[in-house]
């Protein structure tokens, strides 16, 4: 299991929370997401023989938020 803290930029509410956590937590081999909205950061825990760093991120850019 790995666990990265992700900086993401275009977070601002409720819904952008949901958004979130709901696309990544869908894909297989996430354990776990968390919103931190005011601190524009998300932490996921994923197995990574499951699910690449790179789709983790490229979820969260498709629901139109900015991974630093």
């Not at 819904?15 to 909205?37: A, D, M, Q, R, Y």
């Not at 994923?46 to 900015?66: C, H, M, R």
Request: with cysteine; charged share 30%; aromatic share 2%.
């Amino acid at each position: 299991m790995e666990t990265v803290k992700l900086n993401v930029s275009g977070m601002s509410c409720g819904h952008c929370v949901k958004s979130v956590e709901g696309s990544v937590g869908k894909l297989e081999g996430v354990n776990e997401v968390k919103v931190h909205l005011e601190d524009g950061k998300v932490d996921v825990a994923f197995n990574p023989e499951k699910v690449s760093l790179d789709k983790i991120k490229e979820t969260i850019d498709d629901q139109g938020y900015d991974v630093e």
